[in-house]
């Protein structure tokens, strides 16, 4: 996956291995973040929200079909002062 940051007249591309993928799936997915969240949404929320555990084992094939999909632009962007960004696979 590679991240592509344009601000004024620099650029930044920031490649993130799938390794690093799996490993932000796992922290995300892990019950002591999740309760973390949820507590923090109850104490600064006025209505009440929870966001439901996922399971690993679900989100898997999942990365399994993005790796399959390389060059697969997901996300481009430009705002008004010139600043452009683009998520590719």
Known sequence: MKIKIKVNAKRFIIPVP?????????????????????????????????????????????LRELSKQRGLLLVETSLKDGTEVSVRL
């Open 18 to 62: 799938y390794a690093f993928l799996h490993l932000f799936i796992g922290i995300l997915t892990s019950k002591r973040i999740l309760m973390f969240v949820n507590h923090a949404i109850e104490k600064n929320a006025k209505k009440k929200f929870q966001i439901p555990s996922i399971n690993k084992d679900d989100l898997k094939p999942l």
